[in-house]
Protein backbone atom coordinates (compact mmCIF):
# COMPACT_ATOMS: atom_id res chain seq x y z
CA UNK A 1 0.00 0.00 0.00
CA UNK A 2 1.32 3.31 -1.03
CA UNK A 3 2.00 5.30 1.99
CA UNK A 4 1.67 9.42 2.24
CA UNK A 5 4.75 11.35 1.73
CA UNK A 6 6.09 13.51 4.87
CA UNK A 7 6.45 16.93 3.14
CA UNK A 8 10.31 17.97 2.16
CA UNK A 9 12.73 15.54 1.29
CA UNK A 10 15.35 13.91 4.12
CA UNK A 11 18.00 16.33 3.53
CA UNK A 12 15.68 19.51 3.55
CA UNK A 13 14.32 18.63 6.76
CA UNK A 14 17.63 18.29 8.32
CA UNK A 15 18.66 21.70 7.34
CA UNK A 16 18.84 23.98 9.73
CA UNK A 17 16.98 27.43 8.54
CA UNK A 18 16.38 30.95 9.88
CA UNK A 19 13.19 31.99 10.97
CA UNK A 20 11.97 35.52 12.15
CA UNK A 21 9.59 36.07 14.32
CA UNK A 22 6.77 37.91 12.76
CA UNK A 23 4.26 38.28 15.57
CA UNK A 24 3.39 37.15 19.18
CA UNK A 25 0.48 36.27 20.95
CA UNK A 26 0.18 35.76 24.81
CA UNK A 27 -1.94 32.31 25.40
CA UNK A 28 -1.67 32.69 29.72
CA UNK A 29 0.29 33.83 32.07
CA UNK A 30 3.11 31.31 31.30
CA UNK A 31 2.51 30.59 27.23
CA UNK A 32 2.60 32.48 24.18
CA UNK A 33 2.32 31.65 20.78
CA UNK A 34 5.62 32.72 18.23
CA UNK A 35 4.33 33.18 14.32
CA UNK A 36 7.14 32.64 12.57
CA UNK A 37 8.16 33.52 8.72
CA UNK A 38 10.67 30.50 6.84
CA UNK A 39 11.18 31.14 3.64
CA UNK A 40 11.60 27.85 1.69
CA UNK A 41 9.79 25.45 4.34
CA UNK A 42 9.25 22.45 2.83
CA UNK A 43 5.31 22.32 4.68
CA UNK A 44 4.21 20.16 7.77
CA UNK A 45 1.78 17.68 8.41
CA UNK A 46 -0.56 18.43 11.53
CA UNK A 47 0.70 16.58 14.55
CA UNK A 48 4.82 17.40 13.58
CA UNK A 49 7.06 19.06 15.40
CA UNK A 50 10.44 20.70 14.41
CA UNK A 51 13.55 21.52 16.24
CA UNK A 52 14.68 25.03 17.70
CA UNK A 53 18.53 25.57 18.59
CA UNK A 54 19.68 29.15 19.94
CA UNK A 55 23.05 29.97 20.07
CA UNK A 56 24.97 32.13 22.51
CA UNK A 57 27.76 34.60 21.76
CA UNK A 58 30.22 32.60 23.44
CA UNK A 59 29.57 29.77 21.09
CA UNK A 60 27.23 27.69 23.59
CA UNK A 61 24.33 25.84 21.65
CA UNK A 62 21.04 24.49 22.68
CA UNK A 63 18.16 23.05 21.24
CA UNK A 64 14.85 21.38 21.72
CA UNK A 65 11.38 20.05 19.91
CA UNK A 66 8.43 21.83 19.69
CA UNK A 67 5.04 20.84 18.26
CA UNK A 68 3.24 22.89 15.27
CA UNK A 69 0.58 24.29 16.45
CA UNK A 70 -0.85 26.29 13.04
CA UNK A 71 -2.42 24.51 9.92
CA UNK A 72 0.27 23.86 6.78
CA UNK A 73 0.43 27.75 5.27
CA UNK A 74 2.89 28.23 3.02
CA UNK A 75 6.21 29.29 4.85
CA UNK A 76 4.57 30.53 7.99
CA UNK A 77 4.30 28.54 11.30
CA UNK A 78 2.91 29.21 14.48
CA UNK A 79 4.77 27.26 17.51
CA UNK A 80 3.03 27.23 21.36
CA UNK A 81 5.70 27.44 24.07
CA UNK A 82 5.10 26.69 27.25
CA UNK A 83 7.38 28.32 30.11
CA UNK A 84 8.70 25.48 32.38
CA UNK A 85 10.73 25.71 35.70
CA UNK A 86 14.14 25.78 34.81
CA UNK A 87 13.95 25.80 31.39
CA UNK A 88 16.74 28.32 29.45
CA UNK A 89 14.91 27.91 25.92
CA UNK A 90 11.69 27.93 26.70
CA UNK A 91 12.01 31.00 29.14
CA UNK A 92 13.51 32.55 26.59
CA UNK A 93 11.73 32.19 23.75
CA UNK A 94 8.45 33.37 25.86
CA UNK A 95 9.89 36.28 27.85
CA UNK A 96 12.50 37.84 25.95
CA UNK A 97 12.07 37.21 21.97
CA UNK A 98 10.18 39.66 20.22
CA UNK A 99 8.73 40.45 16.36
CA UNK A 100 12.06 40.99 14.04
CA UNK A 101 14.13 38.47 16.49
CA UNK A 102 15.49 35.53 14.26
CA UNK A 103 16.12 31.72 15.72
CA UNK A 104 17.28 28.60 13.96
CA UNK A 105 14.26 25.84 12.81
CA UNK A 106 14.70 22.46 11.15
CA UNK A 107 12.10 19.91 10.55
CA UNK A 108 9.15 19.05 10.51
CA UNK A 109 9.96 15.86 12.11
CA UNK A 110 7.41 13.22 12.97
CA UNK A 111 5.43 10.20 10.52
CA UNK A 112 3.07 8.70 13.12
CA UNK A 113 1.65 10.88 15.69
CA UNK A 114 0.10 13.08 12.56
CA UNK A 115 -3.53 13.84 11.19
CA UNK A 116 -4.11 13.79 7.22
CA UNK A 117 -6.77 14.96 5.68
CA UNK A 118 -7.37 12.01 3.80
CA UNK A 119 -8.35 10.64 6.88
CA UNK A 120 -12.69 10.40 7.37
CA UNK A 121 -12.55 7.98 10.46
CA UNK A 122 -13.80 9.55 14.06
CA UNK A 123 -10.99 11.42 15.67
CA UNK A 124 -10.57 11.33 19.65
CA UNK A 125 -7.92 13.90 20.59
CA UNK A 126 -6.80 13.67 24.47
CA UNK A 127 -4.79 16.66 25.78
CA UNK A 128 -2.57 16.96 28.81
CA UNK A 129 -1.57 20.75 29.63
CA UNK A 130 0.40 22.02 26.63
CA UNK A 131 -0.37 18.98 25.27
CA UNK A 132 -2.67 20.42 23.46
CA UNK A 133 -0.48 21.95 20.78
CA UNK A 134 -0.33 19.81 18.30
CA UNK A 135 -3.93 18.19 18.84
CA UNK A 136 -4.93 22.36 18.17
CA UNK A 137 -2.72 22.05 15.24
CA UNK A 138 -5.20 19.12 13.59
CA UNK A 139 -8.33 20.81 14.89
CA UNK A 140 -6.70 23.38 12.50
CA UNK A 141 -5.95 21.48 9.72
CA UNK A 142 -8.93 19.59 9.32
CA UNK A 143 -11.04 22.89 9.35
CA UNK A 144 -8.57 24.58 6.56
CA UNK A 145 -9.05 21.54 4.57
CA UNK A 146 -12.93 21.15 4.74
CA UNK A 147 -13.20 17.97 6.10
CA UNK A 148 -16.07 16.54 7.51
CA UNK A 149 -14.45 13.96 9.90
CA UNK A 150 -16.29 14.13 12.77
CA UNK A 151 -13.75 15.23 16.07
CA UNK A 152 -13.79 14.91 19.78
CA UNK A 153 -11.54 16.87 22.37
CA UNK A 154 -10.81 16.08 25.90
CA UNK A 155 -8.76 18.67 27.14
CA UNK A 156 -7.18 18.35 31.50
CA UNK A 157 -5.55 21.64 32.48
CA UNK A 158 -4.87 22.17 36.28
CA UNK A 159 -7.38 25.09 37.04
CA UNK A 160 -8.96 27.45 33.75
CA UNK A 161 -6.10 30.28 34.13
CA UNK A 162 -3.99 27.16 32.68
CA UNK A 163 -6.33 26.90 29.32
CA UNK A 164 -4.48 27.71 26.22
CA UNK A 165 -6.35 28.87 22.96
CA UNK A 166 -9.35 29.96 25.33
CA UNK A 167 -11.32 32.08 22.49
CA UNK A 168 -10.67 29.58 19.59
CA UNK A 169 -12.15 27.00 21.45
CA UNK A 170 -15.24 28.49 23.20
CA UNK A 171 -15.92 29.87 19.71
CA UNK A 172 -15.91 25.90 18.04
CA UNK A 173 -15.31 24.79 15.28
CA UNK A 174 -18.22 22.79 12.91
CA UNK A 175 -17.73 19.28 14.02
CA UNK A 176 -15.91 19.79 16.92
CA UNK A 177 -17.46 18.43 20.44
CA UNK A 178 -14.68 19.75 23.27
CA UNK A 179 -14.91 18.53 27.04
CA UNK A 180 -13.12 20.38 29.41
CA UNK A 181 -11.50 18.31 32.37
CA UNK A 182 -9.73 20.15 35.84
CA UNK A 183 -7.20 18.43 37.75
CA UNK A 184 -6.77 21.36 40.48
CA UNK A 185 -9.59 23.66 40.09
CA UNK A 186 -12.58 24.06 38.50
CA UNK A 187 -15.26 26.51 37.48
CA UNK A 188 -18.01 26.90 39.35
CA UNK A 189 -20.41 25.80 36.74
CA UNK A 190 -18.24 22.64 35.65
CA UNK A 191 -20.29 19.60 35.98
CA UNK A 192 -17.40 17.17 36.97
CA UNK A 193 -15.23 18.13 40.47
CA UNK A 194 -11.32 18.48 39.87
CA UNK A 195 -9.70 15.41 39.37
CA UNK A 196 -6.91 13.48 37.20
CA UNK A 197 -8.52 11.98 33.80
CA UNK A 198 -10.14 8.84 34.60
CA UNK A 199 -11.94 5.66 32.42
CA UNK A 200 -15.49 7.38 33.01
CA UNK A 201 -14.23 10.70 31.43
CA UNK A 202 -13.00 8.88 28.25
CA UNK A 203 -16.54 6.96 27.87
CA UNK A 204 -18.77 10.30 28.65
CA UNK A 205 -16.21 12.57 26.33
CA UNK A 206 -14.90 9.81 23.90
CA UNK A 207 -16.26 7.47 20.93
CA UNK A 208 -17.65 4.49 21.47
CA UNK A 209 -14.55 1.18 20.84
CA UNK A 210 -16.74 0.31 17.73
CA UNK A 211 -16.88 3.84 16.57
CA UNK A 212 -13.02 2.77 15.49
CA UNK A 213 -11.93 6.44 16.18
CA UNK A 214 -8.49 7.16 16.08
CA UNK A 215 -7.25 8.54 18.90
CA UNK A 216 -4.28 10.61 19.59
CA UNK A 217 -3.20 11.55 23.14
CA UNK A 218 -0.29 13.79 23.98
CA UNK A 219 0.56 15.66 27.13
CA UNK A 220 3.42 14.71 30.43
CA UNK A 221 4.48 10.91 30.20
CA UNK A 222 2.35 9.65 33.31
CA UNK A 223 -0.94 11.18 32.07
CA UNK A 224 -0.56 10.01 28.35
CA UNK A 225 0.59 6.12 29.72
CA UNK A 226 -2.42 6.29 31.94
CA UNK A 227 -4.61 7.29 29.10
CA UNK A 228 -2.97 5.45 26.83
CA UNK A 229 -3.94 2.10 28.91
CA UNK A 230 -7.43 3.37 29.91
CA UNK A 231 -8.50 3.21 26.07
CA UNK A 232 -7.39 0.27 25.73
CA UNK A 233 -9.04 -1.04 28.76
CA UNK A 234 -12.25 0.35 27.24
CA UNK A 235 -12.32 -1.42 24.25
CA UNK A 236 -10.19 0.95 21.66
CA UNK A 237 -7.63 -1.32 19.77
CA UNK A 238 -3.70 -0.67 20.65
CA UNK A 239 -2.79 0.40 17.29
CA UNK A 240 -5.38 2.83 17.30
CA UNK A 241 -3.44 5.22 19.84
CA UNK A 242 -0.85 7.00 18.91
CA UNK A 243 0.65 8.65 21.65
CA UNK A 244 2.95 11.80 22.21
CA UNK A 245 4.59 12.55 25.21
CA UNK A 246 6.98 15.37 27.63
CA UNK A 247 9.08 14.55 30.46
CA UNK A 248 8.50 16.49 33.28
CA UNK A 249 10.90 19.42 31.92
CA UNK A 250 8.65 19.86 28.83
CA UNK A 251 11.60 18.84 26.66
Same mark, same amino acid.
Given at each position: ???? $??????? =???????? #?????????????????????????????????????? @????????????? $??????? =?????????? #??????? @????????? *??? /?????? !?????????????? $???????????????? #?????????????? +???????????????????? =???????? *???? @???????????? @?????????? !? #??????????? !?????? +???????? +????????? !?? =??? /?
Amino acid at each position: MART $AVPGRLG =DRLRWRIA #EVTGRRVESATAVTLTLDLPGWPGHLAGQHVDVRLTAE @DGYSTQRSYSTAS $APNGQSL =DLTVQRTPGG #EVSRYLV @DELVPGDQL *ELR /GPVGGW !FVWRQQQTEPVLLV $AGGSGLVPLMCMVRAR #EAAGSRAPFRLLYA +ARTPSDLLYRSELRQGAPGL =DTTYLYSR *EAPK @DSPRPPGRIAPE @DLVRGGWPPD !F #EPTCYVCGPTA !FVEKTA +AYLVLLGH +APERVRTER !FG =DSG /G
